[in-house]
């Protein structure tokens, strides 16, 4: 996003497209105001309005044709979204009415908001770290209760306040550490040094943890259910989703090609896939069905093994990938068991015992703690700035004094560059291409 024009006064509909019962025109810029006052005619001009208040009207058409009825809310500059002036006008939700009050503003010299524009001019004037910003986003496009607790935390500073606490750690062992080099004599006491260094280390890993978890909760999850043929995948799955989306007979086999089946599961946007059967085959079809099923358990975020429990037990004849995340199904409990596993879950995809225990290790595999209220890592350049960050605390922990404070100032700028406040250019522009206009 090229930053020209970031003093010019924008405007653009500010709510999703379609009819509604309310619709929303935003404009911001050091002319807002007058903008304002050549749409919106009430008992008092907008531009001698205070901030915080809203004005009852019409909305009129360079001619005077009367467009609707609405409202206008004054923003003043320092107290606004954007930290400038901004008037809102809400009408009714009609495209055509909306349509006519924004191509009213830019008659009077607004010009067209770029996607993101109204964040980004927050971002600048300090209203938002960069970490915020993205959780506007986030908190946007959530569809699901998850999500959209991750993105009111990033929404109220929690992960700056988590990264600047970890910052702290590190300022007091670096400051400790250059004393030390401009005064070998004097002695640094440990809890100056060592200690804050593994404070930070230890959070910065907890920080780090929560990556998978945070993108799992904005992005949705991919759980592969594998097994060998009629262990009770398909059945499992139309358990879940509450229908018959896969087909079910005795033939080993059914399933050669595989099938997907989207449903909210632990209050993340899931995609379950319904794979071939694992087993030795002759048949060139149902051969490659079963490297399907492989590749797919091996992209997974999470996989679902399933072993028939009314059956003699036999192990899958393939070896998962090492950080492949499982969780072991014992099906068809509803049956007398041929064996018994204290590590795999009984499950009945006919009476639905044990379905709810299965959720609650979806869960717990997906987000883990959920109970705590700590802000995650939500975005891959979020994770990437935290894992170099702790790349370089790790590395300043085996190192000498003089180059251990080298890879704390760099510590430093990872995490500056997590929130915003040391960051080049691109990253930002990277991060605020993705919204829609009149955000």
């Keep these: 996003m090229t930053r020209t024009g970031l003093s010019d006064t924008i405007a653009a509909i500010a709510t999703a497209p379609g009819s509604a019962g309310v619709g929303i025109v935003r404009v911001s810029g050091p002319r807002a105001l007058d903008v304002a006052d050549g749409v919106f005619r009430g008992?008092?001009?907008?531009?001698?309005?205070?901030?915080?208040?809203?004005?009852?009207?019409?909305?009129?058409?360079?001619?005077?044709?009367?467009?609707?009825?609405?409202?206008?809310?004054?923003?003043?500059?320092g107290r606004s979204y954007t930290g400038e002036d901004v008037a809102e006008v809400q009408t009714h939700g009609s495209p055509a009415v909306l349509a006519r009050v924004l191509a009213?503003?830019?008659?009077?010299?607004?010009?067209?908001?770029?996607?993101?524009?109204?964040?980004?001019?927050?971002?600048?004037?300090?209203?938002?770290?960069?970490?915020?910003?993205?959780?506007?986003?986030?908190?946007?496009?959530?569809?699901?209760?998850?999500?959209?607790?991750?993105?009111?935390?990033?929404?109220?500073?929690?992960?700056?306040?988590?990264?600047?606490?970890?910052?702290?750690?590190?300022?007091?062992?670096?400051?400790?550490?250059?004393?030390?080099?401009?005064?070998?004599?004097?002695?640094?006491?440990?809890?100056?040094?060592?200690?804050?260094?593994?404070?930070?280390?230890?959070?910065?890993?907890?920080?780090?943890?929560?990556?998978?978890a945070g993108q799992v909760a904005t992005r949705g999850a991919r759980l592969a259910l594998i097994g060998r043929p009629n262990a009770g995948k398909s059945s499992l799955l139309n358990a879940l989703v509450g229908y018959e989306r896969s087909i079910v007979t005795p033939i080993p086999g059914t399933t050669r090609d595989y099938l997907e089946a989207g449903l909210e599961l632990a209050g993340v946007p899931v995609t379950l896939?319904?794979?071939?059967?694992?087993?030795?085959?002759?048949?060139?079809?149902?051969?490659?069905?079963?490297?399907?099923?492989?590749?797919?358990?091996?992209?997974?975020?999470?996989?679902?093994?399933?072993?028939?429990?009314?059956?003699?037990?036999?192990?899958?004849?393939?070896?998962l990938p090492p950080d492949a995340r499982v969780i072991r199904v014992r099906t068809k409990a509803d049956l007398p068991p041929a064996w018994t596993d204290d590590s795999a879950l009984a499950v009945s995809a006919v009476t639905g015992e044990g379905l709810s225990a299965l959720r609650d290790a979806v869960n717990t595999a997906l987000l883990g703690d959920t109970s705590r209220s700590e802000a995650w890592l939500t975005t891959?350049?979020?994770?990437?700035?935290?894992?170099?960050?702790l790349d370089h605390v790790e590395a300043a922990a085996t190192l000498p004094d003089d180059l251990a404070s080298y890879e704390l100032e760099e510590a430093l700028r990872c995490l500056s560059e997590l929130t915003g406040r040391d960051v080049q250019e691109d990253v930002v522009d990277a991060v605020f291409m993705n919204f829609c206009v009149g955000k």
């Design 273 to 319: 896939v319904d794979t071939a059967g694992i087993r030795d085959t002759a048949d060139e079809v149902e051969a490659a069905g079963v490297r399907q099923a492989l590749t797919l358990a091996g992209g997974a975020d999470l996989v679902i093994a399933l072993e028939d429990g009314s059956a003699p037990r036999e192990t899958l004849p393939v070896t």
């Design 380 to 389: 891959e350049r979020q994770a990437d700035a935290a894992r170099r960050a």
């Design 104 to 212: 009213r503003a830019l008659e009077l010299g607004a010009r067209l908001a770029r996607p993101g524009e109204f964040t980004l001019r927050a971002y600048l004037a300090g209203r938002l770290d960069l970490a915020q910003a993205e959780a506007v986003l986030g908190l946007v496009e959530a569809h699901t209760d998850a999500a959209r607790r991750q993105a009111a935390l990033g929404l109220s500073g929690a992960l700056g306040t988590r990264v600047a606490r970890i910052g702290a750690h590190l300022t007091r062992t670096l400051a400790a550490l250059q004393a030390m080099l401009d005064y070998p004599e004097e002695g640094v006491p440990e809890e100056d040094r060592e200690q804050p260094l593994a404070a930070a280390r230890d959070e910065l890993r907890a920080l780090v943890g929560t990556a998978r």
């Design 43 to 77: 008992r008092r001009r907008p531009s001698r309005t205070p901030g915080g208040r809203f004005l009852f009207g019409t909305l009129v058409a360079g001619d005077g044709e009367v467009l609707d009825e609405g409202l206008c809310l004054i923003f003043r500059e």
